[in-house]
């Protein structure tokens, strides 16, 4: 006989996961911006020789880079906290499915072109629904095993 602990995900789980979510989506679009404003800034004022040099030193200086990489950061130390408390077969999905979702509403909050825009909400919708079905597949398997092992004992 096999015995399997039920473990079903908390609200405190769900929250950790959005927030990990959010950590690493909306950082991206504050770091792809940074970099851009960076980029373009020296582009013409070093020469070659020294431009990669340069452009590292200033970027490491630059807080509108490296804040948000901090806080992504501190979003992946936040996942692989929940990884080893949680389910890794629901964790994985909605933290990444979060993050695109969170980097395409704060890209567009900042004003950034979005070629397709009904694309991006529909794709957005789909995130989520996929997300609830991942979720509510894991609850009714849970169901399933729970009914399986009473009926072993």
Not at 7 to 13: I, S
Not at 72 to 85: D, E, H, M, R, V
Not at 91 to 99: K, L
Not at 123 to 145: F, K, P, R, W, Y
Request: glycine share 6%; hydrophobic share 45%; aromatic share 8%.
């Amino acid at each position: 006989m096999s015995y399997r602990i039920n473990k079903t995900m908390t609200a405190e789980e769900s929250l950790f996961l959005l927030l990990v979510g959010a950590l690493w989506g909306c950082t991206n679009p504050f770091m792809r911006k940074a970099s851009h404003n960076q980029y373009e800034e020296n582009r013409e004022s070093e020469s070659n020789a020294t431009k990669p040099c340069i452009s590292l030193l200033l970027r490491l200086a630059n807080i509108k880079i490296w804040l948000p990489y901090a806080l992504n950061q501190a979003g992946s130390l936040l996942y692989y906290k929940l990884l080893a408390s949680s389910r890794m077969t629901i964790s994985v999905p909605i933290c990444n499915a979060t993050a695109m979702v969170f980097s395409c509403i704060t890209a567009i909050l900042l004003g950034e072109r979005v070629d397709r825009p009904w694309r991006a909400g529909v794709g957005v919708l789909l995130i989520m629904l996929g997300s609830g079905i991942c979720m509510m597949a894991n609850e009714i398997n849970d169901a399933t095993n729970s009914v399986l092992v009473k009926d072993e004992l």
